[in-house]
Nanobody
Framework: QVQLVESGGGLVQAGGSLRLSCAAS????????MGWFRQAPGKEREFVAA????????YYADSVKGRFTISRDNAKNTVYLQMNSLKPEDTAVYYC????????????????WGQGTQVTVSS
Protein backbone atom coordinates (compact mmCIF):
# COMPACT_ATOMS: atom_id res chain seq x y z
CA GLN A 1 0.00 0.00 0.00
CA VAL A 2 1.23 3.47 -0.84
CA GLN A 3 1.80 5.95 1.99
CA LEU A 4 1.19 9.65 1.30
CA VAL A 5 2.82 12.68 2.92
CA GLU A 6 1.78 16.22 1.98
CA SER A 7 3.90 19.34 2.32
CA GLY A 8 3.99 22.92 1.10
CA GLY A 9 1.08 24.40 2.99
CA GLY A 10 1.30 27.73 4.78
CA LEU A 11 0.00 31.27 5.09
CA VAL A 12 -0.28 33.41 1.96
CA GLN A 13 -2.01 36.65 1.06
CA ALA A 14 -4.94 36.70 -1.33
CA GLY A 15 -3.71 36.70 -4.90
CA GLY A 16 -0.59 34.77 -3.98
CA SER A 17 0.56 31.28 -4.91
CA LEU A 18 1.53 28.05 -3.20
CA ARG A 19 2.64 24.67 -4.46
CA LEU A 20 1.62 21.61 -2.52
CA SER A 21 3.52 18.36 -2.85
CA CYS A 22 2.49 14.83 -1.96
CA ALA A 23 5.27 12.29 -1.71
CA ALA A 24 4.32 8.65 -2.01
CA SER A 25 6.23 5.69 -0.69
CA UNK A 26 6.52 2.40 -2.48
CA UNK A 27 7.30 1.30 -6.00
CA UNK A 28 3.76 1.30 -7.33
CA UNK A 29 3.07 5.05 -7.44
CA UNK A 30 2.60 5.04 -11.21
CA UNK A 31 -0.22 2.51 -10.85
CA UNK A 32 -2.30 4.96 -8.82
CA UNK A 33 -4.53 7.79 -9.91
CA MET A 34 -4.02 10.73 -7.61
CA GLY A 35 -6.14 13.55 -6.32
CA TRP A 36 -6.36 16.52 -4.01
CA PHE A 37 -9.22 17.30 -1.66
CA ARG A 38 -9.76 20.03 0.89
CA GLN A 39 -11.78 20.55 4.03
CA ALA A 40 -12.57 23.96 5.45
CA PRO A 41 -13.65 24.42 9.08
CA GLY A 42 -17.24 23.35 9.56
CA LYS A 43 -17.53 22.01 6.03
CA GLU A 44 -17.34 18.61 4.41
CA ARG A 45 -14.28 17.47 2.53
CA GLU A 46 -14.53 18.40 -1.14
CA PHE A 47 -12.85 17.33 -4.35
CA VAL A 48 -10.28 19.74 -5.80
CA ALA A 49 -8.39 17.98 -8.60
CA ALA A 50 -7.44 14.58 -9.98
CA UNK A 51 -4.84 13.21 -12.36
CA UNK A 52 -4.58 9.90 -14.21
CA UNK A 53 -1.72 7.43 -13.83
CA UNK A 54 0.39 8.91 -16.61
CA UNK A 55 -0.64 12.50 -16.01
CA UNK A 56 -2.41 12.78 -19.32
CA UNK A 57 -5.89 13.36 -17.94
CA UNK A 58 -6.83 15.88 -15.29
CA TYR A 59 -10.07 17.00 -13.65
CA TYR A 60 -10.82 20.07 -11.55
CA ALA A 61 -13.57 21.39 -9.37
CA ASP A 62 -15.26 24.39 -10.94
CA SER A 63 -14.18 26.54 -7.99
CA VAL A 64 -10.47 26.09 -8.81
CA LYS A 65 -10.52 25.66 -12.59
CA GLY A 66 -8.11 28.06 -14.25
CA ARG A 67 -6.29 28.80 -10.98
CA PHE A 68 -5.02 25.41 -9.81
CA THR A 69 -2.95 22.86 -11.73
CA ILE A 70 -2.42 19.24 -10.73
CA SER A 71 0.61 17.38 -12.05
CA ARG A 72 2.71 14.37 -11.19
CA ASP A 73 6.27 13.15 -11.55
CA ASN A 74 6.27 9.37 -11.49
CA ALA A 75 10.07 9.27 -11.37
CA LYS A 76 9.90 11.18 -8.06
CA ASN A 77 6.76 9.47 -6.73
CA THR A 78 5.23 12.89 -6.23
CA VAL A 79 2.03 14.68 -7.15
CA TYR A 80 1.77 18.46 -7.05
CA LEU A 81 -0.94 21.07 -6.76
CA GLN A 82 0.08 24.48 -8.03
CA MET A 83 -2.32 27.05 -6.61
CA ASN A 84 -2.38 30.54 -8.10
CA SER A 85 -4.61 33.56 -7.53
CA LEU A 86 -5.51 32.23 -4.11
CA LYS A 87 -8.64 33.48 -2.40
CA PRO A 88 -9.60 33.50 1.29
CA GLU A 89 -12.22 30.85 0.48
CA ASP A 90 -9.40 28.49 -0.52
CA THR A 91 -8.43 28.29 3.15
CA ALA A 92 -8.63 24.64 4.20
CA VAL A 93 -6.70 21.55 5.08
CA TYR A 94 -5.60 19.99 1.80
CA TYR A 95 -5.42 16.22 1.50
CA CYS A 96 -3.69 14.04 -1.04
CA UNK A 97 -5.46 10.85 -2.13
CA UNK A 98 -4.61 7.76 -4.14
CA UNK A 99 -6.74 5.13 -5.81
CA UNK A 100 -6.40 2.54 -8.55
CA UNK A 101 -9.09 4.31 -10.57
CA UNK A 102 -10.14 7.87 -11.31
CA UNK A 103 -13.66 6.90 -10.26
CA UNK A 104 -12.37 6.22 -6.77
CA UNK A 105 -10.90 9.70 -6.67
CA UNK A 106 -13.87 11.46 -8.23
CA UNK A 107 -16.30 9.73 -5.86
CA UNK A 108 -14.18 10.76 -2.86
CA UNK A 109 -13.61 7.11 -1.92
CA UNK A 110 -9.88 6.70 -2.51
CA UNK A 111 -8.05 3.79 -0.99
CA UNK A 112 -5.41 5.99 0.63
CA TRP A 113 -5.38 9.45 2.24
CA GLY A 114 -2.53 11.64 3.37
CA GLN A 115 -2.54 13.40 6.72
CA GLY A 116 -3.26 16.85 5.29
CA THR A 117 -1.51 20.20 5.11
CA GLN A 118 -2.99 23.54 6.17
CA VAL A 119 -3.41 26.34 3.64
CA THR A 120 -4.49 29.72 4.97
CA VAL A 121 -5.20 32.64 2.65
CA SER A 122 -5.48 36.04 4.28
CA SER A 123 -7.52 38.88 2.80
Amino acid sequence: QVQLVESGGGLVQAGGSLRLSCAASGRTFSSYCMGWFRQAPGKEREFVAAVSRNGGTTYYADSVKGRFTISRDNAKNTVYLQMNSLKPEDTAVYYCAADSSLNGIMRATPSRWGQGTQVTVSS
